[in-house]
């Protein structure tokens, strides 16, 4: 019932917890893999309450010409490093969504997400901060044309990946399974500041300027 009436300015104003998280989180694998992210760090200040200027795809087309290169086109219906990734967001999709349902929530019911045919917009949503960790487990095979069953079996391993959540070392299953239940508790108390989104994916940081 809490996600039916939830209010507009409630949702975007978590829509633009998630998409600043994000960009943090795409500033942090550029960082970890020795790559240039400077530029990037300008674009989670842009980031206004329902993100309505799209700053998410603005940076993330700067995003993915770092860490890829100016050739590199993002589309799941690719071969190469676009089936790696594809193969580790679905992995990483399955777990957000059990842990939203297991944590009360409707899957389907978005916060920015809208699609009739998608019984996982919510889903969609609260994964976006964690893409980049995909990313990072990816980069390695970036040059690679076949998605073989070692590297499945590698992109497996990423929900084993350690990260930092409520001031805790913990695998990202358990940081994820955290995280869903917070967006429930925030929800319910219709209050978007209850959705603790400041997962840190890697030991180092960096201070927003």
């Keep these: 019932m809490s996600q039916i009436?939830?209010?507009?300015?409630q949702a975007r104003r978590l829509w633009q917890r998630i998409v600043v998280k994000k960009i943090d989180n795409q500033c942090l694998c550029l960082k970890e893999l020795d790559l240039e992210f400077s530029a990037l760090r300008e674009f989670p200040k842009r980031v206004d309450s329902g993100d309505p200027t799209n700053v998410e795809a603005q940076a993330a087309r700067l995003y993915w010409n770092k860490l890829f290169g100016p050739e590199f086109r993002r589309d799941s219906d690719f071969d190469g490093i676009n089936s790696f990734l594809n193969y580790g967001y679905a992995i990483l999709r399955s777990s957000v969504a059990r842990y939203a349902v297991a944590s009360g929530l409707?899957?389907?019911?978005?916060?920015?997400?809208?699609?009739?045919?998608?019984?996982?917009?919510?889903?969609?949503?609260?994964?976006?901060?964690?893409?980049?960790?995909?990313?990072y487990h990816c980069y390695p095979y970036k040059d690679h044309v076949e998605l073989t069953t070692s590297i499945k079996k590698i992109l497996v391993g990423v929900l084993e990946h350690q990260v930092r959540y409520n001031g805790e070392k913990k695998s990202l299953r358990n940081a994820i399974q955290e995280y869903c239940y917070s967006f429930c508790e925030s929800i319910m108390a219709a209050d978007f500041r209850k959705f603790d989104v400041e997962v840190e994916i890697f030991d180092g940081t960096f201070d927003r300027v």
């Design 5 to 9: 009436s939830l209010s507009d300015v």
């Design 106 to 135: 409707n899957p389907s019911l978005g916060v920015f997400h809208k699609n009739m045919e998608n019984a996982f917009c919510l889903v969609d949503d609260l994964m976006e901060p964690f893409r980049p960790i995909v990313d």
